[in-house]
């Protein structure tokens, strides 16, 4: 079956240090990858979008790859903030649907 | 530029209830896609419609109905609400239906279905 997989777990992470969050997906062939941010009470709001094609992407301080062999995409946030805590949730585009993770919850300690 | 606008914020319905949401997208979009969240649960996709036709749907039963209206504005309706129903329903819009990159959500409507 098709399925998409995010850490269910809390990630704590220390200020300062980089946060890798995980998407393993099986059984699709995504044309695109994305991640989005999620704060309680609140929609997703869109931070990074990366196509099969593309292996790396970069926006700030934020990194994705996307490895379409392993069918796994990472997301990190280096020197991370207090303020990156939220929910970041995984889409795969495929067959002009977008498919969601569960998300994985950010918890960066000060 | 506003953002997308989702009426009523919160809500709190007793089953057998129907209940209508309402989606304002931003000036401009045509674009408007539905989702229910539920803890634990990725988004799960309702219905997507552009230039008031629905262009896609998820799976979900027939009491999940939506409509589009000419200034882009979107309603959904769900008839017979039972428990389960409870969630968060989002709406996103964007500019174009393929438009991937350029996809913003409005806050959402918590249903509290008793």
């Known amino acids: 079956s098709q399925k998409i997989e995010q850490n269910s777990e809390a990630l704590n992470i220390q200020e300062g240090k980089t946060a890798t969050l995980t998407c393993n997906y099986t059984?699709?062939?995504?044309?695109?990858l994305q991640w989005y941010r999620q704060d309680p009470g609140r929609g997703p709001v869109f931070l990074l979008l990366i196509r099969e094609n593309e292996k790396e992407k970069r926006k700030e301080r934020l990194k994705v790859t996307f490895d379409t062999t392993l069918k796994q995409s990472l997301f990190h946030i280096t020197a991370s903030q207090p303020a990156d805590s939220a929910t970041y949730l995984c889409a795969l585009g495929s067959n002009y649907q977008l498919i969601w993770g569960a998300g994985t919850k950010l918890i960066i300690k000060p | 530029k506003a953002g997308v606008t989702q009426t009523p914020r919160y809500l709190i319905k007793t089953r057998g209830q129907q209940v209508t949401l309402s989606c304002s997208p931003i000036s401009g979009h045509r674009s408007v896609s539905w989702y229910q969240q539920t803890p634990g649960q990725g988004l799960q996709f309702l219905f997507e419609?552009?230039?008031?036709?629905?262009?896609n749907k998820g799976n979900f039963p027939g009491r999940f109905s939506g409509r589009q209206f000419s200034n882009s504005r979107s309603e959904m309706n769900v008839s017979t609400l039972e428990l389960g129903d409870s969630a968060l329903y989002l709406c996103a819009s964007t500019l174009l239906p393929d438009s991937p990159d350029l996809r913003f959500f409005g806050q959402g409507t918590r249903l509290t279905v008793v």
């Open positions: 419609y552009f230039s008031e036709t629905q262009r």
């Open positions: 059984n699709y062939s995504p044309a695109y």
